[in-house]
């Protein structure tokens, strides 16, 4: 099939009746779970899994995909009005969203990240559209080693690239690896770690481990703390909404550079949006002749920013769709309901489930559509919700939590992991240890395991013949690289701030 006939029919999956009501479900509860500070999109999507196991596939990757971009679309937002980013990705935002909103212009500062957020999603999605075929047409040449050598790559650069410590994210990271040994060896049929625990045989759930690091500790964290001052922002009409031509001059060649590193970094395994919109941020104060302005309520920095967070969260289904390699935690979600729901992402893919590849790529199209015409009419009712008292939203919160982890199996034991994996969940938060890489090692530990045990068959034990192999040589070079990157990037830091690069 042409490009043009592919997307007709992932038009026609993602403009039907199911489609658009998953869509749009998606896109308003992610930008709800954007716009409230405290909930998490990482959280909402492991309470949401057990209900995509009783539909389609195609609408519950439609579902869960619009909760993750509409969140990064409504993120900014309490950004702007109370100095509290609704998502991490939108911490940048606050910088100069906030100061604007004191000048009296938080309704432009809104009316602009919404459409640097659509100008960014537009750009992210057709470098999806046209790089994931001809990116899965290379990967069929891939055999175990060239995987193995990239997986250790996604998981290297989630360490090394993360923000803060990387001692501690290499930490997270290995836990995660050593949780996904629990359960049946699929080689030898040896149980290991299982305790006799016929739950267990099958590997630790994904969604009571998920539930309990993202869910629990927002509640836990935020229990005694104080409900929202409801922003002093006075009537925010469409008229006031408006900007200035001065702004949108300023503004186009900063989205057009955020949406470009958004997409590098988005593609990037072990990156993603946090990085891309930090790096957005860097760029334009660079570039931008006084950059002191920044900091201040400089339009550069909400535009570049919010561009790349959103091009940054379509691109990063790439590396999910066509290699089977997700980017971030979150992604390691979505990877974790398609093989639940047996579908097995990779690059036959789009060849084999067409329905499916171009269904979720035009509902993207679909859904950031929805959010740019619903989100800037909505607005005062998503400043409204902010003023929900805390006290009522994380009981709530709880009760889902719970339905939702014993609706799978509906086994007590269960329950009694989200409980174990809550406790964990606080104790890293109190030890300054991020849970997302933690998911990420659950899952691409089991996949690490079984291409390296493949390589030692293909290759006879003799690891270095994976020299022999140029992709799996070129992906092993670039785990090496990234290690030199970590490892030189503090010095280099030092030497900028003492002028010289310190020996």
Known sequence: M?????????????????????????VLLGTFVGVLPGLGVMATLAILIPITFHVDTVHALILLSGIYYGAAFGGSTASILLNLPGTANTAITCLDGYPMARQGRAGVALFMTALASFVGSIIGLTILIVSSPLLAKIALNFGSPEYFSLMLLGLLAAGMLAQGSHARAVASILLGLLLGIVGTDISTGVQRFTFGVPELYAGLPLVAISLGLFGLPEVIANAGRPDNTPPQTGAITLRSMLPRKEDLRRARPAMLRGSGIGAFFGALPGTGSLIAAFASYVVEKKVYPTPEIFGKGAIEGIAGPESA????????????????????????????????????????????????????????????LLLMILNVPLIGIWIRI??????????????????????????????????????????????????APLILGLVLGPMIEDNFRRTLLILRGDLGAIADRPLSLFFLGCCFFVVLYSLARPRFRRGRGTGKLRT
């Open 2 to 26: 042409t490009v043009f006939e592919s997307l007709a029919l992932g038009l026609s999956v993602a403009l039907s009746a199911e489609g658009l009501l998953y869509c749009l479900a998606g």
């Open 309 to 368: 967070n959103n091009a940054a969260t379509q691109t990063a289904f790439i590396p999910t769709l066509t290699l089977g390699v997700p980017g971030d935690a979150i992604m390691a979600m979505m990877l974790g309901v398609m093989l639940i729901h047996g579908v097995a992402p990779g690059p036959r893919l789009i060849t084999e489930q067409p329905e499916l590849f171009w269904g979720l790529a035009a509902s993207f199209f679909v859904g950031n």
């Open 386 to 435: 902010l003023r929900i008292p805390y006290h009522l939203l994380f009981p709530a919160i709880v009760v889902f939590i719970c339905l939702g982890v014993y609706s799978v199996n509906y086994a007590v034991a269960d329950l009694l992991l989200v409980m174990l994996f809550g406790a964990l969940g606080y104790a890293m938060t109190l030890l300054r240890l991020e849970p």
